[in-house]
């Protein structure tokens, strides 16, 4: 196994490198970029980006923008008409447009290695730093709300399996069906309405992870406020995870269920609680395991978005989403390669997850 471990480890950079290289090129064909996002705003069109500009170089942009004197611009940007083409060299040099494509991605690559990921265009800040500052919000929903979906979805998966067919397993069905059918934010903001002020109920903070005064805190009391503060992000994620996961189970436990080795071991004598976690858990749970990986990575990354954005966290999802709409591309590609990063390095852990549920598989054999 240490074998194996090994060669996905040392594939980890190939594949990083690829996922990058794609990024990249993708980046390259979109409209708008930051040099045409600031041209915009110096001809009048304010944008969201451009207005929030806080980078070293924008007073030199300014007083660049005011000796430009309506010159001729041979600049092949939308909009840089009556701008000097040597001001647009140093707004493509400001952001890094100054070299050939090949030239960046390569230094790119040189600095990510070494956890390099650049400064933000309009926030002026190391974009580590930024990732890492917003990192915390999206593993709490992210790590609560998948262990969550897990702990209630495979024993209630499990007894559906055992009692197919009948009245239990026909009502758990319709509700995780109907809670599978809710969107999460709104749900979302059906719990704000309820429980945190907005029209009944206020039990539960609308903001933030933590109070204003969690400096003054203990460690308990910070871990009581933290708790109380994540209940209604954390249901609205979980309330539509339920459905595909218990159904998984059922149906993994249903295919072991009707096997040989099952019908043996209840010839044998063994009851129904020793047959069910003692022989049928071991193989049933294999399938449930290989989509862990995929599941934290989806909530992670792509659910927490919207959620984010009721409960005022400011986490990786809407740090992601400013970044796409703002043109921020050192923010964008630094969150996609720690994304990339976390999501090889969880089918890594699955992989051992494996192992340990099944002993009797061998990855080193298979290669």
Same mark, same amino acid.
């Given at each position: ?237 979980v309330i539509s995870g339920f459905a595909s996961l218990t159904m998984l189970t059922k149906n993994s ?55 984010? /954005?009721?409960?005022? +966290?400011?986490?990786?999802? @809407?740090? &992601?989403?400013?970044?796409? =709409?703002? $043109? *921020?591309?050192?923010? /964008?590609?630094?969150? +996609?390669?720690?994304?990339? @990063?976390? &999501?090889?390095?969880?089918? =890594?852990? $699955? *992989?051992?997850?494996? /192992? ?12």
């Open positions: 196994m240490a074998n194996y471990i090994l060669k996905r480890l040392l594939l980890l950079l190939p594949t990083l490198l690829g996922i990058m290289f794609v990024s990249f090129v993708i980046i390259q064909f979109v409209p708008g970029g930051p040099v045409e996002r600031m041209i915009a705003e110096l001809q009048g069109h304010n944008t969201s980006a451009t207005a929030s500009f806080a980078g070293g170089g924008a007073g030199d942009v300014s007083s660049a923008a005011g000796q430009s004197g309506g010159s001729a611009n041979a600049s092949s940007y939308k909009g840089a008409q009556g701008l000097d083409p040597e001001f647009i060299k140093e707004l493509e040099a400001m952001y890094g447009f100054d070299k050939p494509a090949h030239e960046r991605f390569i230094s790119m690559v040189f600095n990510y290695l070494r956890f390099d990921l650049g400064t933000s265009y309009y926030r002026d800040i190391d974009v580590l730093g930024l990732v890492l500052e917003k990192m915390p919000v999206s593993i709490s929903l992210g790590l609560w709300s998948t262990l969550i979906i897990y702990l209630v979805s495979i024993p209630l998966g499990i007894k559906k399996a055992v009692r197919d067919g009948q009245a239990f397993d026909m009502w758990s069905s319709a509700f995780i069906f109907i809670g599978y059918a809710i969107p999460s934010f709104m749900f979302a903001i059906l719990l704000i309405i309820l429980f945190a002020g907005g029209r009944y109920l206020e039990w539960f903070p609308l903001r933030g992870l933590v109070s204003d005064n969690a400096d003054d805190m203990n460690f308990i009391q910070l871990a009581l406020d933290y708790a109380w503060h994540m209940v209604l992000p954390t249901a609205a994620m436990f249903m295919d072991e269920i009707n096997k040989q080795y099952v019908l043996t071991a209840r010839a044998k004598g063994l009851n129904e609680k020793d047959v069910l976690y003692k022989h049928v858990f071991r193989n049933a749970m294999l399938i449930v395991i290989a989509g862990f990986p995929a599941a934290f990575v989806s909530i992670f990354f792509t659910g927490s978005l919207l959620i984010e /954005v009721i409960f005022s +966290l400011d986490g990786l999802g @809407l740090l &992601g989403y400013e970044a796409i =709409i703002n $043109r *921020d591309y050192p923010v /964008v590609l630094g969150t +996609l390669y720690f994304y990339a @990063l976390i &999501g090889l390095v969880m089918t =890594i852990i $699955r *992989d051992v997850v494996y /192992v340990m549920v099944d002993p009797r598989i061998d990855f080193e054999a298979r290669g």
